[in-house]
T-cell receptor, first 115, second 111 residues
């Protein structure tokens, strides 16, 4: 069964550094999402992406964040100048183009640790 | 005020018991998702509902739009069902609209 993949599984970085989290959505999916879960807290929506542009973003998704689909397969989340509070699990998800099937498929997540 | 409330927060039950997890929401929605988060952190989408009832194996999800309430039921529960179950709602009618998550219900099934 096709699945969403994410790399790396764990990223450790120093405060102030830039990180890029990578996702490979399911190949025929057209809608892409990033979510964040700080340890012990609920999952939070960051951004949705469709047709090569951001569709919606939350208040969390400020100028520090950006997303890109650099080629036909990858979907990336860039975090500039990381802060300690950016430490979290970051999940990518994608969903099918068929209007009748709206299930989002989640990747396994990337655990980001900012030191 | 939380827009998505789940109850209970924690639930421990014996293997074989019938499990019910509840979700109430305060906003107008176009879709409600039930997700399962494994102890390792991975998230699996179980159901997406906009009305009525859906069944998949031992899992049943129902939604009452008028009452702004959904339930997830697990029949013949098994220790492998132990996970956090998360309710999430989408407010807008577009697939790319923001999703709001509940805090989750931690389920532990004892053998």
């Amino acid at each position: 069964e096709p699945e969403v993949t994410q790399t790396p599984s764990h990223q450790v970085t120093q405060m102030g550094q830039e990180v890029i989290l990578r996702c490979v959505p399911i190949s025929n999916h057209l809608y892409f999402y990033w979510y964040r879960q700080i340890l012990g807290q609920k999952v939070e929506f960051l951004v949705s992406f469709y047709n090569n542009e951001i569709s919606e973003k939350s208040e969390i998704f400020d100028d520090q964040f950006s997303v890109e689909r650099p080629d036909g397969s990858n979907f990336t989340l860039k975090i500039r100048s990381t802060k300690l509070e950016d430490s979290a699990m970051y999940f990518c998800a994608s969903s099918e183009p068929d209007r009748g099937r709206d299930t989002q498929y989640f990747g396994p997540g990337t655990r980001l640790t900012v030191l | 005020k939380n827009e998505v409330e789940q109850s209970p927060q924690n639930l421990t039950a014996q293997e074989g018991e019938f499990i019910t997890i509840n979700c109430s929401y305060s906003v107008g929605i176009s879709a409600l998702h039930w997700l399962q988060q494994h102890p390792g952190g991975g998230i699996v989408s179980l159901f997406m509902l906009s009305s009525g009832k859906k069944k998949h194996g031992r899992l049943i999800a129902t939604i009452n739009i008028q009452e702004k309430h959904s339930s997830l039921h697990i029949t013949a529960s098994h220790p492998r069902d132990s996970a956090v179950y998360i309710c999430a709602v989408r407010g807008g009618w577009n697939r790319d609209d923001k999703i709001i998550f509940g805090k989750g219900t931690r389920l532990h099934i004892l053998p």
